[in-house]
């Protein structure tokens, strides 16, 4: 690539020689390449010539771009470099020869120096710097570095700026923008120093604090109702459709007997054979005819329950045997001492006759309680460490080595002339 370069610029400077000259443009916008070829009569035929990988880049020359044209003594291009981003470049050059061009991409050739420059403030720095030095971006920059770090409306006249700073050129023009690294301001006596990022902002010190992100987890308990199947509420219905005829009571009147007795159990109106289903699991510990009450099956239950079906047509389990809750175990009769066909449904809690209706429950759960949960919650957080601002002491002193000295600042007017010279700048 190096020797390619070489190959041009002695190319250029041959031909400049001779005398031919140099023209700085800047591309129009919205002006295609080959519109470009066309208005300036350069025979080209881009799909013939430019390999294929390369075309999409003709699209990528920016509007405004400074590029050049490199003409002959009769006034005829012979090579043109426009820059594709700011490391490469087209390359367009006329075969001596054919008297057609060739299309290359070539990498940019550019300079890059540091300067130093001191200016004293008469306004504010920005102004003060297009004033003395001619470069309106490095005014720019300036304004960028200062910014929230010196009030630059608090400067007095008479106060100094001085700084160092990084500039590429390209064939004596500045080529991209400058980067200030360090700045010294000298306001009545007093020195103070800016020190430049990486992207050209300003701090008051060496070191800048940098944020970050931290992620974690977070621990979070809390509270919320749940449903829950209460002990109490554990048993289901006898029959699938109940439909109450007669209710719980230690001392109601009784009407075949005429008198008052206690009804120990709920009497359900049903038909005949309709299946009695098992409140709950459990163990048969009595099937059989037990006097009034008829066909009846007696079921033991966890917490010292025991569910009693009176009055069964048919029964359908044994005793000892285990059933499961909803199974079913008889049907609906009219055996014992009865009116019409019900199921008396009796229920003891450790062996005391209680209100069935006070266990049996239609929904198997309706019951809630608050209950706590933790979950993790992924969370951020922004944390800050500080981060020394690179080469800050080195710039440092190298500002104060150039105050030392007498050095004249460049002034950046060369580039305002549309013909350049080629010097050792290219
Ligand atoms: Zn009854």
């Given at each position: 690539?190096?020797?390619?370069?070489s190959?041009?610029i002695?190319?250029?400077?041959?031909t400049?020689l001779s005398?031919?000259k140099?023209?700085?443009?800047?591309?129009?916008?919205?002006?295609?390449f080959?519109?470009?070829l066309?208005?300036?009569?350069?025979?080209f035929n881009i799909?013939s010539?430019?390999?294929?990988?390369d075309?999409?880049?003709?699209?990528?020359?920016?509007?405004?771009?400074v590029?050049?044209e490199?003409r002959d003594?009769?006034?005829?291009?012979?090579?043109?470099?426009i820059p594709?981003?700011?490391?490469m470049q087209?390359?367009l050059?006329?075969d001596?020869i054919s008297?057609?061009f060739?299309?290359?991409i070539?990498?940019?050739?550019?300079?890059e120096k540091e300067?130093s420059?001191?200016v004293?403030?008469h306004?504010?720095?920005h102004?003060d710097?297009k004033k003395?030095?001619?470069?309106?971006?490095l005014?720019?920059?300036?304004?960028?570095?200062l910014?929230?770090?010196?009030?630059?409306r608090?400067?007095?006249?008479g106060d100094?700026l001085?700084?160092?700073?990084?500039q590429?050129t390209?064939m004596g023009?500045?080529?991209?923008?400058?980067y200030?690294?360090v700045a010294m301001l000298k306001?009545?006596g007093?020195?103070?120093?800016?020190?430049?990022?990486?992207?050209?902002?300003?701090?008051s010190?060496?070191?800048t604090?940098?944020?970050y992100?931290v992620?974690?987890?977070?621990?979070?308990?809390?509270?919320?109702?749940v449903k829950?199947?209460g002990?109490k509420?554990r048993?289901?219905?006898?029959?699938?459709h109940?439909?109450?005829?007669?209710?719980?009571s230690?001392?109601?009147?009784h009407?075949?007997?005429?008198?008052y007795?206690p009804?120990?159990g709920t009497?359900?109106g049903?038909?005949r054979g309709?299946?009695?289903?098992a409140?709950?699991?459990?163990?048969v510990?009595f099937?059989g005819?037990?006097?009034g009450?008829?066909?009846?099956?007696k079921?033991?239950?966890?917490?010292?329950y025991?569910?009693l079906?009176?009055?069964?047509?048919?029964?359908?389990v044994?005793?000892?045997?285990?059933?499961?809750?909803g199974?079913?175990?008889?049907?609906v009769?009219?055996?014992?001492?009865?009116?019409?066909?019900?199921?008396?449904?009796?229920?003891?809690?450790?062996g005391?006759?209680?209100n069935?209706m006070?266990?049996?429950?239609k929904?198997s759960?309706?019951r809630t309680?608050?209950k706590t949960?933790?979950?993790y919650?992924e969370?951020t957080t922004t944390?800050?460490?500080t981060v020394v601002?690179?080469d800050?002491?080195?710039?440092?002193?190298?500002?104060?080595a150039?105050?030392?000295g007498?050095?004249?600042p460049f002034?950046?007017?060369r580039?305002?002339?549309?013909?350049?010279r080629?010097?050792?700048d290219?």
């Amino acid at each position: 690539m190096r020797s390619v370069k070489s190959m041009i610029i002695w190319g250029l400077m041959c031909t400049l020689l001779s005398g031919a000259k140099l023209t700085v443009n800047t591309w129009e916008r919205g002006e295609l390449f080959s519109q470009y070829l066309e208005r300036k009569e350069i025979s080209f035929n881009i799909h013939s010539a430019i390999d294929e990988e390369d075309v999409k880049y003709l699209s990528e020359i920016q509007a405004g771009e400074v590029f050049y044209e490199l003409r002959d003594s009769e006034d005829e291009i012979e090579q043109v470099l426009i820059p594709i981003g700011e490391e490469m470049q087209i390359h367009l050059a006329k075969d001596k020869i054919s008297h057609k061009f060739v299309f290359d991409i070539i990498p940019i050739a550019y300079k890059e120096k540091e300067y130093s420059a001191t200016v004293v403030i008469h306004s504010n720095p920005h102004s003060d710097i297009k004033k003395t030095l001619h470069y309106p971006a490095l005014a720019d920059k300036m304004s960028q570095l200062l910014k929230g770090v010196i009030n630059t409306r608090r400067l007095h006249r008479g106060d100094t700026l001085s700084f160092i700073y990084k500039q590429k050129t390209r064939m004596g023009r500045p080529y991209y923008m400058p980067y200030i690294k360090v700045a010294m301001l000298k306001s009545r006596g007093k020195e103070s120093f800016v020190y430049a990022d990486e992207d050209g902002y300003g701090y008051s010190n060496d070191t800048t604090s940098q944020a970050y992100i931290v992620k974690g987890k977070e621990k979070i308990t809390y509270t919320r109702r749940v449903k829950v199947k209460g002990k109490k509420y554990r048993f289901g219905m006898p029959l699938r459709h109940a439909r109450i005829t007669s209710s719980f009571s230690y001392r109601r009147y009784h009407p075949i007997l005429k008198r008052y007795r206690p009804h120990h159990g709920t009497d359900f109106g049903a038909r005949r054979g309709t299946p009695l289903l098992a409140v709950n699991a459990g163990r048969v510990i009595f099937s059989g005819r037990m006097g009034g009450y008829g066909k009846v099956v007696k079921i033991k239950h966890k917490g010292g329950y025991v569910s009693l079906y009176a009055h069964q047509s048919r029964i359908r389990v044994k005793r000892g045997q285990l059933v499961k809750k909803g199974q079913i175990i008889g049907h609906v009769g009219s055996t014992g001492r009865s009116t019409g066909p019900h199921l008396h449904f009796g229920m003891t809690k450790n062996g005391r006759w209680i209100n069935p209706m006070k266990v049996l429950h239609k929904k198997s759960d309706t019951r809630t309680i608050l209950k706590t949960f933790t979950k993790y919650k992924e969370t951020t957080t922004t944390k800050y460490k500080t981060v020394v601002i690179k080469d800050a002491k080195k710039n440092k002193e190298a500002l104060l080595a150039y105050l030392k000295g007498k050095n004249e600042p460049f002034i950046w007017d060369r580039f305002k002339k549309l013909e350049v010279r080629i010097d050792d700048d290219l």
